[in-house]
């Protein structure tokens, strides 16, 4: 399954979604996916109650943080 990732500004994959968060899914997931699929049940029956605190509770980064963790990781795989 497919869907248009505002954060990325292309189209992106679910299983993207659901790793792109050091292997942990978005916190827009819910939102993007809501209207496809019973998403909360799927995270509910695929990850922690700590993986989901981790992934949904909290502030939201901001743009510059992900900027930056995107290009720590880039500085990790070269």
């Known amino acids: 399954m ?3 990732c505002g954060q ?3 189209i992106a994959g679910f299983d993207y979604c659901l ?3 050091d292997g942990l899914p978005c916190r827009n997931t819910i939102g993007c996916w809501g ?3 019973d998403i909360m ?3 509910k029956r695929n990850y922690s109650e700590e993986e989901l605190q981790k992934c ?3 502030l939201p980064k ?3 943080e992900r900027i930056m963790d995107v290009l720590k990781s ?3 795989e070269g």
């Open 19 to 21: 790793s792109m968060n």
């Open 35 to 37: 209207r496809r699929m």
């Open 62 to 64: 901001s743009k510059l």
């Open 56 to 58: 949904f509770g909290g």
């Open 74 to 76: 880039i500085g990790k």
């Open 41 to 43: 049940m799927f995270l």
């Open 2 to 4: 497919e869907i248009y």
């Open 8 to 10: 990325l500004g292309m």
